[in-house]
């Protein structure tokens, strides 16, 4: 299955179409996705002119990203029905912003389906663009990484830059998969090797994941303490 969906279609045929259910949506954002950490918190900044990233919007934080002149929002965290996304569909629509579902894993090898895939995407999204996540720390670092990669040709040290403890992003954790994909590449980049010959000729996405070794206080962090995806 692609891991690009168009999100008005799915928005059209949700339960905002004829019931709304803005107190349970609410609940939803607030609570179970910890909306209410991101009150103040937005990790949000720019890559370039056309690329933004961040955590998780709320509905004002799309009204924000519309009144900056974003004219797509792309959601990493991939086709979901839960409040968080329902209230982020219906403020898209409201606030004039194209919503796209894109997914994206922050705890496995980046597979050559979703990097083909990041590649359509950032070839054909209209921008200015806002790329989110969750937190705005793994998969918006990922992809953030390639997009700076693969659309805009700099090198990987520049782009594994977007995968910072600044961001919030934790190498030590199960999350380090994502700087190991990278890691991976750069001996090969040295000697001349495209990104792509590369993806398609030697990375595999198994041999990487079985020789990553995360540490056990990091990954308490991660998953435990700050509830990352």
């Not at 103040?40 to 998780?56: A, P």
Request: charge should be neutral; include cysteine; hydrophobic fraction near 40%.
């Amino acid at each position: 299955m692609p891991p690009l969906q168009s999100a008005p279609d799915r928005f059209a045929g949700s339960e905002h179409k004829g019931v709304r259910r803005g107190v349970r949506d609410w609940t939803e954002l607030m609570l179970k996705d910890h909306g209410f950490l991101r009150l103040y918190w937005y990790n949000l900044h720019c890559i370039d002119e056309m690329m933004w990233r961040s955590n998780q919007p709320s509905p004002s934080r799309v009204k924000q990203a519309a009144e900056r002149g974003i004219k797509t929002i792309i959601n990493l965290r991939g086709p979901r029905d839960d409040g968080g996304w329902q209230l982020e569909a219906e403020a898209c629509v409201t606030y004039g912003v194209s919503l796209v579902d894109f997914t994206a894993r922050s705890r496995a090898a980046p597979t050559k389906e979703m990097i083909y895939g990041a590649r359509d995407l950032f070839a054909t999204v209209t921008g200015p663009s806002l790329m989110h996540c969750k937190s705005g720390a793994d998969r918006a670092g990922l992809m953030s990484a390639l997009y700076l990669l693969i659309h805009k040709e700099m090198p990987v040290a520049v782009a594994r830059e977007q995968l910072a403890f600044k961001y919030g992003h934790v190498k030590q954790a199960k999350t380090g998969l994502l700087d190991a994909f990278f890691d991976a590449y750069e001996p090969f980049e040295a000697k001349g090797m495209p990104f792509f010959d590369w993806l398609d000729n030697v990375y595999d996405p198994d041999i990487l994941q079985d020789s990553f070794m995360s540490r056990g206080w990091a990954n308490r962090l991660v998953d435990d303490i700050l509830r990352r995806e």
